[in-house]
């Protein structure tokens, strides 16, 4: 069975400080890793990674994956309070359908 | 524009009532998903619908009954729900051949 662990669960933080999500995977037949972000409502596509070592970067988040040690990190820089939301990682297992297995999140509260 | 809508944003309703969750999007996206999502948990596939054909039942009971009338357009018809599918219903749509799912606000659902 597809399994996709996160950690830390949860985390706080002040603002401006910078943090690390983890995400590691076990799969059969990995295609991409993908990182999202949920307030409230629906989910935020962050990132989708695919190949190792090459860093994806949005602002002051960032993110890359090692295929030989299954795992992807999620950094954030200088978090501010917008910044706090769950972070989810999904894994595609590909096969003939998309489907997403994902971790249960990290919970990341940024104080002011 | 990478919008999928998603009505009504709340639903309350009786465990004999009929009700259906409605999904749309206009990006030319022919897979097209429904998750359900409990509180403090990821979110977890019910169904999988490509070229408007459904692909994946990850065995849900069938008092949920999803249908694709074209591509745009996703349905959940609910029937004779319990009290424990009070969720938050999530729809998401993707490429085929790209694995990046792009999510719906979704519909906080309560069965009374």
């Known amino acids: 069975e597809d399994k996709v662990v996160q950690s830390p669960l949860s985390l706080v933080v002040h603002e401006g400080d910078t943090v690390t999500l983890n995400c590691s995977y076990e799969v059969t037949n990995f295609r991409s890793l993908l990182w999202y972000k949920q307030e409230k409502k629906a989910p935020t596509f962050l990132f989708m990674l695919t190949s190792s070592g090459i860093e994806k970067k949005s602002g002051r988040l960032s993110s890359i994956l090692d295929k030989k040690e299954l795992f992807s990190i999620l950094n954030i820089t200088a978090t501010q309070t917008g910044d706090s939301a769950v972070y989810l990682c999904a894994v595609n297992s590909g096969g003939s359908n998309y489907k997403l297995t994902f971790g249960k999140g990290t919970l990341l509260t940024v104080n002011p | 524009d990478t919008e999928v809508t998603q009505t009504p944003k709340h639903l309350v309703m009786g465990m004999t009532n009929k009700k259906s969750l409605k999904c749309e999007q206009h990006m030319g996206h022919r897979a097209m998903y429904w998750y359900k999502q409990k509180a403090k948990k990821p979110p977890e596939l019910m169904f999988v619908?490509?070229?408007?054909?459904?692909?994946i039942n990850e065995s849900v009971p069938s008092r949920f009954s999803p249908e694709c009338p074209n591509s745009s357009l996703l349905n959940l018809h609910l029937h004779a729900l319990q009290p424990e599918d009070s969720a938050l219903y999530l729809c998401a749509s993707s490429q085929w051949d790209r694995e990046t799912q792009y999510f719906g606000p979704g519909t906080r659902l309560l069965v009374l």
């Open positions: 619908y490509s070229y408007e054909k459904l692909s």
